[in-house]
C-alpha cells in the first residue's frame, strides 16, 4: 500500500513539472530526500528512476524550450559534468572490472547525481523567485526527517517507516536483518536512518542540512532557525553515526578559521563546551562521542573505527592495484567486488572515499578528485556571495564525511544541497553566466 501512494504522488509531480516546473521540482525535491524508493510500479507502469529523470528533463525542456524559449546553463555543475566525462574517457584502459559493469555504473550514477541537479539548478537560474519554494520544500524536508529520526530514539532500533518499505520490496527476513542492523548494543539508541535506507545516508544528510540552515539564518524565522538547529544538534549526536558528528566539527573549525568571525566562533566555542559538557553526563554517550578519537584497536581486528585500522585497510588498497597502481581495478570496482564476493577480507565495505578512488582509479583518481575540489572550490570563488566561504564548507563536509565513512551515492544529496545553498547566499551577477544569458534584473540576487 505504501508504494502504491508513493508512486501515486510521484506521477502527480511529474504530472505537475508540465504544467509548473517550480512547483513540480521543488516537489520532487522533497519527494527525493523523504522517499527512498528508486523505482516504483502502478497500474502496471514501472517508474524507474531512469524513466523518471528523463520525464523531469523532458519537462524542463518543454518549459524552456516550448514555452518560453529559455537557454539551458550547465556553469555551476560544470565541474562534475568534467568528473565524469574524465571518467568515462578512462573505462576503456580499465580491465580488471566487466566492462559492461564499468559502463552501467557509469550511467546509472551520473543519471542519480546530475539529473535532478540539472533541473533544479535552470529552474533556480530562470525563476530566481523560486527560491522561495526550494527553501520551503528543504525546511519541510528536514523538519520532517529530523523529527522522525529524534523519534526513533524511542523504539530501540525499529524504523515502522523503513520497515514497511522493505516488506514491500523484499521479504520478511529482509526486515528482520535490517532490525537486527538497526537496534546495535554499541549505540545508546541503536542505529538510526530516519527516512533514508541506512543511517549513513541520515548522517550526511544531518551535516548538510545543518549548514543549509545556518546558510539561511537570516532568511528565517529566528525560533524556526532554533528549532531546526537543535533538533539536527540532537540527530547527530543520537543517530549512532560518529561521522556525522566529525564532518560537522571540521567543516565547523574549517569555516571559522577562514571567516575569522569572532561572534560566531565565541558562540560556537561556548554551545560546544555546553554540549560536551552535557555528553559527559551521560556515560553512554561519553564513551560514544570519545570512540571517534580512538587511536589503537582494541579488538586485534580489522575494522573501520580506529586510524590503526585505517591504515592496514589503506594498505589492503595498495596491495589490490599493485598490478595497476595508475588506472587502479576499474570504475565502480567496488561496487562490483561487493556484489559477486561481499566485503573484503581487509578493506570490508570500502568505507572511506580515499579506498574508494584508489581501488577504482589509482593514483589518477586521486588527481581527478583534487581536480573535481579545485574546480567546484574556483566557482565558489568567481560567485559573488553574501558569505563567500559557505559554499566551501558544504563542500568541505561532503568530503570530510565521504572520506570517513566511503561514497555510497552521496553527490546526488550534495549536488542538490549545494545548488540551493548557493542560491540563497547569492548576491550579485558572476561568471557563470554567458555573456548573451545576462539579463539586469535590478534587487534580485540571482545567477541571470
Known amino acids: ?6 508512486g501515486i504522488i510521484l506521477a502527480l509531480i511529474l504530472i505537475l513539472c508540465f504544467v509548473n516546473i517550480r512547483w513540480g521540482a521543488a516537489l520532487f525535491l522533497a519527494y527525493t530526500i523523504l522517499v527512498p524508493v528508486n523505482d516504483i510500479t502502478i497500474g502496471g507502469l514501472h517508474l524507474g528512476e531512469n524513466l523518471v ?96 529520526g529524534l523519534f526513533l530514539t524511542t523504539t530501540a532500533g525499529f524504523n515502522p517507516y523503513i520497515n514497511a518499505i522493505v516488506l514491500m520490496k523484499g521479504t520478511a527476513l529482509d526486515a528482520e ?14 542505529r538510526i536512518s530516519s527516512v533514508f535506507m541506512h543511517p549513513m545516508s541520515f548522517g550526511l544528510f544531518i551535516g548538510l542540512s545543518f549548514i543549509y540552515t545556518f546558510s539561511i539564518r537570516n532568511k528565517i524565522k529566528k525560533w524556526l532557525f532554533i528549532l ?28 571559522l578559521i577562514l571567516n575569522r568571525n569572532i561572534k560566531i566562533g565565541l558562540t560556537a566555542l561556548i554551545v560546544g563546551l555546553i ?10 554517550l561519553s564513551d560514544y562521542v570519545g570512540s571517534i578519537a580512538d587511536i589503537h584497536n582494541t579488538q586485534g581486528k580489522v575494522g573501520g573505527s580506529s586510524i590503526d585500522q585505517r591504515l592496514d585497510q589503506l594498505n589492503g588498497c595498495f596491495n589490490e592495484i599493485s598490478n595497476n597502481p595508475i588506472l587502479g581495478k576499474g570504475y565502480d570496482w567496488n561496487g562490483y567486488y561487493h556484489s559477486k564476493y561481499g566485503d573484503h577480507p581487509v578493506i570490508l565495505a570500502f568505507e572511506s572515499l580515499v579506498f574508494v578512488v584508489l581501488c577504482d582509479n589509482g593514483f589518477l583518481g586521486l588527481f581527478i578528485w583534487a581536480f573535481l575540489i579545485f574546480l567546484v572550490i574556483r566557482n565558489n570563488h568567481r560567485i559573488k556571495l553574501s558569505d563567500k566561504y559557505i559554499a566551501d564548507a558544504i563542500l568541505v563536509f561532503y568530503f570530510t564525511y565521504s572520506c570517513i565513512t566511503g561514497e555510497y551515492g552521496y553527490m546526488k544529496y550534495f549536488l542538490l544541497f549545494y545548488i540551493c545553498l548557493v542560491f540563497e547566499d547569492l548576491k550579485d551577477y558572476n561568471i557563470l553566466n554567458s555573456s548573451k544569458d545576462k539579463i539586469l534584473r535590478k534587487g534580485s540576487c540571482i545567477i541571470q
Open 1 to 6: 500500500m505504501i508504494l502504491f501512494i508513493f
Open 53 to 148: 529523470k528523463a520525464i523531469l528533463i523532458l519537462a524542463l525542456l518543454c518549459d524552456f524550450k516550448l514555452r518560453h524559449h529559455y537557454k539551458l546553463s550547465w556553469k555551476l555543475i560544470v565541474p562534475f559534468i568534467f568528473y565524469y566525462v574524465i571518467e568515462l574517457l578512462v573505462i576503456p584502459f580499465q580491465s580488471e572490472t566487466p566492462p559492461d559493469w564499468m559502463y552501467n555504473s557509469w550511467r546509472v550514477s551520473v543519471m542519480s547525481t546530475l539529473f535532478g541537479a540539472f533541473v533544479v539548478y535552470n529552474v533556480l537560474k530562470k525563476y530566481p523567485e523560486s527560491i522561495k519554494i526550494f527553501r520551503s520544500s528543504l525546511i519541510f524536508s528536514i523538519l520532517v526527517a529530523g523529527i522522525y
Open 177 to 190: 536483518s535490517l532490525l537486527t542492523y538497526f537496534s546495535a548494543d554499541d549505540r545508546l539508541f541503536g
Open 228 to 255: 531546526i538547529f537543535g533538533i539536527l544538534a540532537l540527530d547527530a549526536l543520537f543517530c549512532g553515526v560518529r561521522s556525522c558528528i566529525g564532518g560537522i566539527v571540521v567543516s565547523i573549525a574549517f569555516y
Open 275 to 284: 554540549a560536551y559538557n552535557l555528553i559527559l553526563q551521560v556515560p553512554e
